[in-house]
């Protein structure tokens, strides 16, 4: 009777540090799941991912092409959230002085016309880090002959879909591919 007493305990004891650990985790991994969530948002807009040969590089292509959605949806708080991220990775990015400079530009502003002007400015920045640095994917360098008062401005993409980031959604797909950057 005492053996059986013991092991009863023994069970509730282990059914509550189980049903505590349950309870822990599940709390813990909902807050994973909210993380991802907000990851996988910020990271939706890329359906062909490009990895180029330095991690805080492939980090920072990343963070444009965020730029370049919020400019598409003319999001200019997320352009600029995505600006700021941005700056704190080509920190890490010893070769990207010109790019940061020009990105934290971009961070300090909060008008979306400024932002696409500025945002040409990035796109040429980024582009002697980017070309031949691709490992995996393409990179599509596009350009609107209208943009920035008709002298025409480049941006980069993952898709060779034209998402035009300079004209708003009246013109949305004007522009056409003018190079591709992939790895060889």
């Keep these: ?45 890329n359906d062909n991912m490009v990895k180029l040969n330095d991690k805080n590089l492939t980090k920072a292509y990343m963070h444009y092409t965020m730029i370049k959605d919020a400019l598409v949806e003319a999001n200019s708080e997320k352009a600029q959230k995505a600006s700021k991220m941005l700056v704190k990775i080509l920190k890490k990015y010893d070769k990207a002085q010109e790019a940061e400079k020009v990105a934290s530009q971009m961070a300090s502003k909060s008008n979306i016309t400024e932002q696409r002007i500025i945002f040409a400015k990035l796109t040429t920045a980024l582009e002697p880090l980017l070309n031949d640095n691709v490992v995996e994917g393409e990179i599509y360098k596009t350009f609107c002959p209208m943009a920035n008062d008709g002298e025409g401005s480049y941006w980069f993409s993952n898709s060779s879909n034209i998402v035009n980031p300079y004209m708003g959604k009246p013109m949305a797909s004007c522009g056409s591919v003018k190079e591709t950057f992939k790895s060889m």
């Design 1 to 45: 009777m005492k053996n059986l007493k013991l092991k009863l305990k023994s069970i509730a004891i282990i059914a509550f540090i189980a049903s505590v650990s349950n309870f822990t985790y599940a709390q813990h991994n909902h807050g994973n799941m909210n993380m991802k969530k907000s990851n996988h948002d910020m990271m939706a807009h």
